[in-house]
């Protein structure tokens, strides 16, 4: 097995590497509902960039008679409109104004009444009604008793035409809500598909944006409804007789609702970012497929939150882009800003491309070094610009954040939790003792070496968000039966296995615990709480203490987490550790596209350079020029003692000088570390050799 060097927890780690390290699926979480959404109609003459060529509200003094009593009424759909079912077992789209129901979506959740409607659609024009296919409510057995798993092939359907043939570029936008499981993948979805042949072909792209496995969108709980755009050029531009549907195909769980459905022109000018990368420690080149589009497992850049002595170098950037306007475009360039306790510290720019057609998209090649290994909030921006500027420029703009700080390696950010996750959400298990955590790496203790002595690191303990949990879950707490253990293990890649280096006792968790950050410190002995010597490791907290559901699942509690729509680094290879691994057998794990909010906080033998702690003042000097050719000079006064060590912490130049005396090194291209003691002042600064 190849060996994976970066240190934070990548998809690529966790996807090829794990996949070998007892790799278990996830599986589909059949659970509580969550929000949704809702449209209107109109066909209009000719159009300005950004005008309106079609328009549906689902207005219910058109669409009511499609619903009585909550059950569907294909044939009243109105004219030009078809509501279908290709599965023939009456799963029909509806008209309504409140949301879905069924035994996952309803408002009481899990063993509540499945007949009740959970919030509608808050959507722009919601309050006149919108378009509902209740996947969850078919797939429920009248008295709540039961959920089946037959799979949606419906759709509603436009087929009185819409003469698009002076329109080269058409975007279709809508509102949304939507909840699928199981089985979404490629070919089952929910999809736009458009007939130009009078119905007899049909040709689409899926609308559904979220993960591979639990795809939600929008909001039925009184948030808003997801605002979706996709560039249909290619399927219904310049087409003289174009027919829709919005079709579910292929899940069987949970909902979808759809709402203010429009065929617009464009603005002439709107390039955007579909996506971005920071490559950290490795460079990617694109050689190995290494930019898959609109995939949620390709984004590789790490943690929220490293302490300073295990920052290593960022080594370039990326970004998805697309021409999304009418007009082409001309002198595109990707900007990247690095920003640092809210000031601009480094800024790169990518070559320029001259012409960038209508409906164009590539990545973005950049190689660049960053190493922002000191304390503070850092902000990685990514925007794009053109001779033309932008219509749009609310959309260009990709922002990632990053925390450096001094004890604590943090998946997500604690303050941005938006929901709760627990390892039966996605082990194969559903056994006491399951367990959440992640992979990580740490680097050599040399890396940040100031003194030529040693170092090491001083595992400490860990830390986890405990959930508010639900109803069913909060006796677990009241009786204080919800336990948990915290351990770090290192990976043996010579047999693929596990060895425990550290653990935690077992520790109570009582009601106070709840809605709260909790401490566990590591049984510390002298011995086990120092790593000498960096490699792969896992951070594992095993949760006791279960429930049975409604539906005789056991299940274990939550912990709070943030998703990829809030924080979208918290998607990195985030790995669910069955028990087993307590017992040093195989790791059960799987890919979450969430992160959890846990962390682990260690320790490092040397002090932060810039601390306030030194018993040294911090010298202040300049190296010039940086970067250079190997010959450099500083502008030390007096006697100072220089030493140069490169990115590993080894030494390879010690010497003396007097004053800015030249200095020349015999060394390969990269990044290197200047230390200058001169009195009892000493700094370090990092010096670029070409």
């Known amino acids: 097995?190849?060996?994976?060097?970066?240190?934070?927890?990548?998809?690529?780690?966790?996807?090829?590497?794990?996949?070998?390290?007892?790799?278990?699926?996830?599986?589909?979480?059949?659970?509580?509902?969550?929000?949704?959404?809702?449209?209107?109609?109109?066909?209009?003459?000719?159009?300005?960039?950004?005008?309106?060529?079609?328009?549906?509200?689902f207005d219910g003094a058109d669409w009511s008679a499609t619903s009585n009593n909550g059950e569907p009424v294909p044939a009243n759909a109105p004219s030009g409109w078809e509501l279908g079912d290709f599965s023939g077992n009456g799963f029909y789209f509806r008209w309504d104004t409140v949301g879905p129901r069924g035994i996952f979506s309803n408002p009481e959740g899990s063993g509540g009444d499945c007949s009740l409607h959970a919030d509608g659609l808050?959507?722009?024009?919601?309050?006149?009604?919108?378009?509902?296919?209740?996947?969850?409510?078919?797939?429920?057995?009248?008295?709540?008793?039961?959920?089946?798993?037959?799979?949606?092939?419906?759709?509603?359907?436009?087929?009185?035409?819409?003469?698009?043939?002076?329109?080269?570029?058409?975007?279709?936008?809508?509102?949304q809500a939507n909840r699928m499981c199981c089985g979404?993948?490629?070919?089952?979805?929910?999809?736009?598909?458009?007939?130009?042949?009078?119905?007899?072909?049909?040709s689409g792209i899926t609308v559904s944006v979220s993960d591979a496995s639990n795809a939600t969108i929008g909001s039925?709980?009184?948030?808003?409804?997801?605002?979706?755009?996709?560039?249909?050029?290619?399927?219904?531009?310049?087409?003289?007789?174009?027919?829709?549907?919005?079709?579910?195909?292929?899940?069987?769980?949970?909902?979808?609702?759809?709402?203010?459905?429009?065929?617009?022109?464009?603005?002439?000018?709107?390039?955007?970012?579909?996506?971005?990368?920071?490559?950290?420690?490795?460079?990617?080149?694109?050689?190995?497929?290494?930019?898959?589009?609109?995939?949620?497992?390709?984004?590789?850049?790490?943690?929220?939150?490293?302490?300073?002595?295990?920052?290593?170098?960022?080594?370039?950037?990326?970004?998805?882009?697309?021409?999304?306007?009418?007009?082409?475009?001309t002198n595109f360039v990707h900007n990247i800003e690095i920003w640092k306790d809210g000031e601009i510290v480094e800024s790169f720019a990518t070559g320029v491309v001259a012409e960038l057609p209508v409906g164009e998209q590539d990545?973005?090649?950049?190689?660049?070094?960053?190493?922002?290994?000191?304390?503070?909030?850092?902000?990685?921006?990514?925007?794009?610009?053109?001779?033309?500027?932008?219509?749009?420029?609310?959309?260009?703009?990709?922002?990632?954040?990053?925390?450096?700080?001094?004890?604590?390696?943090?998946v997500c950010d604690f303050t941005k939790v938006d929901g709760?996750?627990?390892?039966?959400?996605?082990?194969?298990?559903?056994?006491?003792?399951?367990?959440?955590?992640?992979?990580?790496?740490?680097?050599?203790?040399?890396?940040?070496?100031?003194?030529?002595?040693?170092?090491?690191?001083?595992?400490?303990?860990?830390?986890?968000?405990?959930?508010?949990?639900?109803?069913?879950?909060?006796?677990?707490?009241?009786?204080?039966?919800?336990?948990?253990?915290?351990?770090?293990?290192?990976?043996?890649?010579?047999?693929?296995?596990?060895?425990?280096?550290?653990?935690?006792?077992?520790?109570?968790?009582?009601?106070?615990?709840?809605s709260s950050i909790v401490y566990i410190p590591f049984a510390k002995d002298g011995t086990a709480e120092y790593v000498f010597q960096g490699g792969d490791y896992v951070l594992a907290f095993n949760m006791y203490g279960t429930w049975t559901d409604p539906f005789y699942r056991l299940q274990s509690w939550n912990v709070l987490r943030t998703s990829?729509?809030?924080?979208?680094?918290?998607?990195?290879?985030?790995?669910?550790?069955?028990?087993?691994?307590?017992?040093?057998?195989?790791?059960?794990?799987a890919i979450s596209p969430e992160g959890p909010a846990i962390a682990l906080r260690l320790t490092y033998t040397e002090l932060y350079p810039n601390s306030i702690n030194e018993i040294t003042e911090t010298l202040d000097f300049s190296i010039y020029p940086n970067p250079s050719k190997g010959t450099f000079y500083i502008d030390a006064q007096g006697t100072s003692q220089v030493t140069i060590m490169n990115i590993a912490g080894q030494v390879i130049d010690s010497r003396i000088i007097n004053g800015n005396a030249p200095i020349s090194i015999d060394v390969v291209s990269g990044v290197y570390f200047v230390r200058v003691e001169n009195g009892n002042k000493i700094g370090t600064k990092r010096l670029i050799v070409e």
């Open 564 to 589: 990829n729509n809030v924080q979208k680094n918290s998607i990195d290879a985030i790995a669910l550790i069955n028990s087993s691994i307590a017992s040093s057998e195989d790791v059960g794990t």
């Open 184 to 202: 979404v993948s490629g070919d089952n979805n929910a999809f736009f598909t458009v007939s130009t042949d009078g119905g007899t072909t049909w």
């Open 363 to 410: 990545t973005t090649m950049l190689e660049a070094t960053v190493f922002p290994w000191q304390i503070g909030e850092y902000k990685f921006v990514h925007y794009p610009s053109t001779t033309a500027g932008d219509d749009i420029p609310s959309n260009d703009t990709l922002s990632r954040y990053l925390s450096v700080s001094d004890t604590v390696l943090k």
């Open 420 to 514: 709760s996750l627990s390892p039966d959400n996605w082990t194969s298990y559903d056994e006491d003792g399951d367990g959440i955590g992640f992979f990580f790496n740490l680097p050599e203790p040399s890396l940040h070496d100031q003194n030529g002595v040693a170092d090491y690191y001083v595992l400490d303990g860990a830390y986890l968000y405990i959930a508010s949990n639900r109803g069913d879950e909060l006796p677990l707490f009241e009786t204080e039966a919800a336990k948990v253990v915290a351990g770090v293990y290192r990976y043996n890649e010579a047999d693929d296995s596990y060895t425990q280096v550290i653990s935690s006792a077992e520790q109570t968790l009582t009601i106070n615990d709840t």
């Open 122 to 175: 808050n959507s722009t024009t919601g309050a006149n009604g919108f378009m509902m296919l209740e996947a969850d409510h078919f797939n429920s057995a009248a008295d709540c008793s039961q959920y089946f798993e037959d799979a949606m092939d419906s759709y509603v359907e436009y087929n009185a035409g819409i003469d698009l043939s002076d329109q080269p570029a058409v975007h279709l936008i809508f509102e």
């Open 220 to 329: 039925i709980t009184g948030g808003p409804a997801n605002n979706s755009e996709f560039d249909i050029s290619s399927i219904a531009g310049n087409e003289s007789n174009v027919m829709f549907r919005f079709h579910m195909k292929g899940v069987s769980h949970y909902h979808w609702e759809i709402d203010d459905v429009m065929l617009v022109a464009p603005e002439n000018n709107d390039m955007q970012f579909l996506d971005y990368w920071n490559d950290y420690t490795v460079y990617r080149d694109g050689t190995s497929n290494d930019y898959p589009l609109s995939n949620p497992d390709d984004f590789t850049e790490g943690f929220y939150e490293y302490p300073w002595f295990l920052m290593q170098e960022f080594k370039g950037f990326h970004a998805a882009y697309i021409n999304f306007g009418g007009q082409d475009q």
């Open 1 to 57: 097995m190849k060996k994976v060097t970066l240190f934070f927890a990548m998809i690529v780690f966790a996807s090829f590497a794990f996949a070998q390290k007892s790799f278990e699926p996830q599986k589909y979480n059949l659970d509580v509902a969550q929000p949704g959404t809702e449209l209107h109609s109109k066909v209009n003459k000719r159009k300005a960039p950004g005008d309106v060529l079609f328009e549906e509200d």
